[in-house]
């Protein structure tokens, strides 16, 4: 029995609101796997803000790859993990910056933060990450219908 989701199906479970788990290589370590807000269109990169200093930005020049897994906690329990290359993109974060908070904090909170964390858009950085090998499970199938 396959519980894997069609693309189709991914590609829609992914561009639901998530906070997304994003993981790079660490040579000599396991691999470096941090939580991240996201953006994601069917048939598009995967859009991560992050700091120009965080420890992912040298690693992801390195390996110009990633993988990054959303999941759903409550059961039947779904998940989507997909593999692929990177790129870093500076350019002005601050649109995909707004659009995140709101998406994940609500209109009023997510204006504050955008606000409160302004200082950090000159140090921010968008990494893309262009969808490759898709892995995903929903058990769905297990859970009796009522």
Request: glycine share 6%.
């Amino acid at each position: 029995m396959s519980f894997a989701l069609s693309r189709l199906e991914c590609e829609r479970f992914l561009a639901e609101t998530h906070v997304g788990v994003f993981s790079v290589t660490e040579e000599g370590r396991g691999p470096l796997s941090v939580p991240i807000w996201y953006r994601y269109e069917p048939r598009g990169d995967i859009v991560m803000v992050t700091p120009q200093t965080s420890r992912k930005i040298p690693l992801l020049q390195k390996s110009g790859r990633g993988g990054f897994c959303v999941q759903d906690e409550r059961p039947p329990f779904r998940y989507v993990s997909v593999e692929g290359s990177v790129r870093i993109d500076k350019v002005d974060t601050e649109p995909i910056v707004r659009e995140a908070a709101i998406r994940y904090l609500g209109r009023a909170r997510g204006e504050k933060y955008v606000k409160m964390t302004a200082a950090d858009r000159a140090h921010e950085v968008v990494v893309r990450l262009t969808p490759k090998r898709w892995f995903s499970a929903d058990f769905e199938s297990l859970i009796p219908s009522a």
